[in-house]
């Protein structure tokens, strides 16, 4: 028997007419695919089908997850916290302590439900009104300050997303590394700077999406090499430099002559070499043991669609996911089941519109919810079951107020849609969506999004200079020392561990902000949407991250054929001045 019948009645007419096929954005106009497989989980699960493109749904939710950027506001009592809410958000906020104490209550934050409001925006006030911690991190991580959104970090710093890394800094979505600054998306990685997509590299330095690199510079789609330097698309090769096999002393000595204690010559290699690496391809097909997938980096995955996620099965339309079955439009979750719209989510079953929550089984429309069940609209909640806008229900009296909710969402056209772009208490272009899909400050204005100015650059009669060009030239007491990051105008400091990391490898510090750094790797990633093409050689059909007519794809046996018959060593080589 059926708990919400009024709904369950309403949703299975729907669905009589709304039937798999192409749709329409109804923001962007773009059109987009409905697949068997996916109407019939939408209707396994009963939640409407999209009104706008994958890749808009991601948007949607990543609009709500900030840390990027980190702000100093002050809280009740006059105490300073970090925060990922900026100085203009109206978000409450609490601090971590009294968020964990058994003082913490928010149910005395409960409200009642009207039927003369939209439900949306009855969540809406409750998400404000309920107060919210600085900053979302996992309480088993050990000693990583300003770690946001990751699982199981330890003596790490400034980090976002991933899991299980120990002594990285600024490091974004990495998994399983080590000893590591700089980097992002870096799996099973250590002792490596400036690194995007490496897997299994070992004192790997300004090289991306590459595997199995030791003792590698400035080195692009390349597997298992070591000692090698300003390379791309080659495959089981040592000493070589610009794809020129050198003997043994012939790399060193050239080698050697290059100090990358200088800032001046990393610029000038850094440059040198991404314009070598234009003659190289990028693969294709990046997914691994997997079945049936249409996107990027899928691991272990069958019968799915999405990006950078690994053992997924009838899942569709995923960023940054991992042990997922039966779910849709979901990002940086894991362990998740018959769960839709949701980020932020672990150890979920049934989680439906949420944001942030962990344990909870068949919660909907709920944000920083603990241990919870059967639960809809709830704000910062633990361990409680039968509860709506926070409020207390019994049983009976719970599920009959949720058919009524649930059939009124039904008939407004708002159940099935995740909370509003115009609702999130992280302006739009701080947010992580801003970041992959950026928007002009007048795009946001008019779509009612928010803008964060932010503070203004440093004034001219500031005395900041810019960080030493020479590694050799910063002494230990410049620690304390402010510099300026001439390019934004933006204010920041060498951290004492980051200088040790750089007096190891004899690498010159940066120039410019931790942040600046952060926003250039991201667009080495590429988009969170896929474009079709065809691969160079063999024309079979691609779907990948960036448009084909901006770079050269190869499907993977193209590609793996192409690595290993050495006709990359035929580039040519430019100057080695």
């Known amino acids: 028997m059926s708990n919400t019948p009024c709904f369950d009645r309403e949703i299975d007419k729907y669905f009589e007419t709304h039937l798999p096929g192409q749709y329409t954005s109804s923001e962007s106009g773009d059109t987009f695919e409905i697949s068997e497989a996916e109407y019939h989980l939408h209707k396994m699960l009963k939640v409407p089908l999209p009104e706008v493109a994958p890749h808009e749904r991601i948007m ?15 809280l009740v009592g006059n105490q300073s916290v970090v925060t990922m809410y900026d100085p203009e958000s109206e978000i409450s906020l609490i601090s971590e302590e009294d968020w964990f104490g058994d003082n913490f209550d928010a149910q005395k934050y409960a409200a009642e439900y009207s039927t003369r409001r939209s439900i949306i925006s009855q969540i809406r006030d409750l998400m404000y009104r309920v107060p919210h911690v600085p900053l979302l991190q996992d309480p088993s991580s050990e000693k990583s300050q300003w770690s946001i959104y990751e699982l199981a970090f330890k003596n790490s710093y400034a980090t976002y997303g991933g899991l299980e890394c120990e002594e990285v800094m600024y490091a974004d979505l990495c998994i399983q590394s080590e000893h590591c600054v700089d980097v992002m998306s870096v799996v099973q990685t250590q002792w490596s700077y400036e690194g995007v997509q490496l897997f299994q590299c070992s004192n790997t330095f300004f090289s991306q999406f590459s595997s199995g690199l030791f003792d590698a510079y400035f080195t692009f789609g390349s597997i298992n090499c070591s000692h090698v330097f300003g390379c791309v698309n080659i495959q089981n090769k040592e000493y070589c430099f610009f794809n020129q096999q050198l003997t043994k002393d012939e790399y060193e000595s050239i080698v050697s002559k290059i100090d990358l204690s200088d800032r001046s010559v990393v610029e000038y290699w850094d440059r040198k070499a991404k314009e070598f690496w234009k003659q190289g ?38 960023f940054d996911v991992g042990f997922a079955k039966d779910c849709f439009d979901v990002t940086t979750s894991s362990n998740v089941e018959k769960s839709c719209l949701t980020a932020c989510v672990t150890e979920g079953f049934e989680n439906k519109m949420s944001l942030s929550c962990d344990n909870c089984i068949n919660v909907e ?36 107020t949720l058919d009524a909710i649930k059939t009124q969402m039904l008939a407004e056209g708002t159940y099935g849609k995740f909370f ?16 992959f899909f950026p928007k002009t400050k ?16 440093a ?4 005395t900041l200079e810019k960080v030493p060009e020479r590694l050799s030239d910063f002494r230990e ?34 120039s410019d902000h931790s942040i600046e750094r952060r926003l250039r790797r991201y667009k080495d990633v590429m988009e969170i949407r896929t474009s ?11 779907y990948t991250r960036t448009p084909h007519e901006q770079v050269r794809f190869l499907c993977g046996e193209c590609y793996h054929g192409f690595l290993m018959s050495d006709k990359a060593m035929e580039f040519q080589v430019i100057n080695q001045e």
């Open 60 to 74: 949607g939710l990543r609009a709500y997850m900030g840390g990027i950027e980190l702000f100093s506001r002050i």
């Open 281 to 318: 391809y990028h693969l294709g097909d990046t997914n691994f043991q997997s079945e049936n997938v249409i996107g990027q980096h899928l691991i272990s995955s069958k019968d799915a669609s999405g990006f950078e996620a690994t053992d997924l099965e009838r899942v569709y339309n995923v």
């Open 365 to 400: 429309y709920c944000e920083l919810c603990s241990n919870c069940e059967n639960c809809f609209g709830c704000v910062g909640l633990r361990r409680k079951k039968f509860c709506i806008f926070n409020k207390q229900y019994t049983e009976e009296e719970y599920w009959k």
């Open 420 to 435: 509003r772009l115009q609702d999130s208490p992280i302006a739009y272009n701080i947010s992580h969506a801003g970041i």
């Open 442 to 457: 007048s795009q946001m204005e008019s779509a009612g999004l928010r803008y964060y100015q932010g503070k203004p650059p």
């Open 459 to 462: 004034s001219s009669n500031q």
């Open 477 to 510: 007491e410049m620690l304390d020392k402010k510099f300026i990051d001439a390019g934004s105008g933006r204010v920041f400091q060498i951290v004492k561990p980051e200088f040790e990391f750089h007096k190891k490898f004899g690498i010159a510090l940066p």
């Open 532 to 542: 079709r093409g065809a691969c160079e050689k063999c024309s079979a059909v691609l």
